[in-house]
């Protein structure tokens, strides 16, 4: 049987979440494949999935690395084992439900049936679609995207946005070996990469909602390579042609 549907979802201490997001994913309608990618979590989250892999044993993967490497890192590393495995589509989500479940099934619509090569959960389609984040993080994240915008002349509303299903040929297409960013610079490089490679994208709106278990792990650096990092894209790409990978 072909591969279909597979959602990775990084992790680094999220013990609160890690239940309750594997039986939502693993219960919501069309077989949806889960891969955790943890950072060897000091806080056991490897061990949660690792019982409950017992009691889905075909849909539930885990990929242990062994110190806290970065978000964007994971996602590669995430990316090769769903190309190598031959999924369809493969979904980046966050763990701690700041994303709703029941969302992937319209992301993954909008590319199974609308033909879209890459779909993203936006929250700046129509307004600010936010709920519980304090003002300041809304409007730094709000104004992270104008300002990507501005800079790269991306016409994607939500930049940073951290919930997508791409087309499997996305990720072929990109040489993932030269993606380099880690925190949100990687999610606007991922977007920015594609949109130059000509790829069909949609924003389909969603609501974030603030997680309640656990805590965020963005930082200064964070923050600061998303910054610098939009102005190296744009730069590297007036000098670089972007033309899709022969190797994946
Ligand atoms: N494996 C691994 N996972 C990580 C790491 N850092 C963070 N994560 C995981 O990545 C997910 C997102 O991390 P958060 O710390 O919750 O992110 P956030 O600051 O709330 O950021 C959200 O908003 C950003 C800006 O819009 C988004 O770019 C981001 O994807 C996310 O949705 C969570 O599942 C978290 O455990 C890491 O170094 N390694």
Redesign the pocket.
Known sequence: MEKEKLVI??????KENMEDMVRAIMGLEGDFELLV???NSPDGTAEIVKRLQKEFPERLHLIQRTG????GT?YIEGFRYGLMNGYQFIFEM???F?HNPQDLIRLYKACAEEGYDLAIGSRYIKGVNVVNWPMGRVLM?FFASKYVQFITGMPIKDA????KCYHRRVLQAINLEKIRFIG?AF?IEMKFTAWKLGFKIIEVPIIFTD?TKGT???STHIFREAVFGVIYMKVKSLFVRYRPNRSE
């Open positions: 979802i990084p992790t680094f201490n999220e990618i943890d950072d806290k490497l970065g978000l994971a966050d763990a701690d700041s994240s940073t946005a951290g919930f949100y999610q997680r965020s792990k963005m």
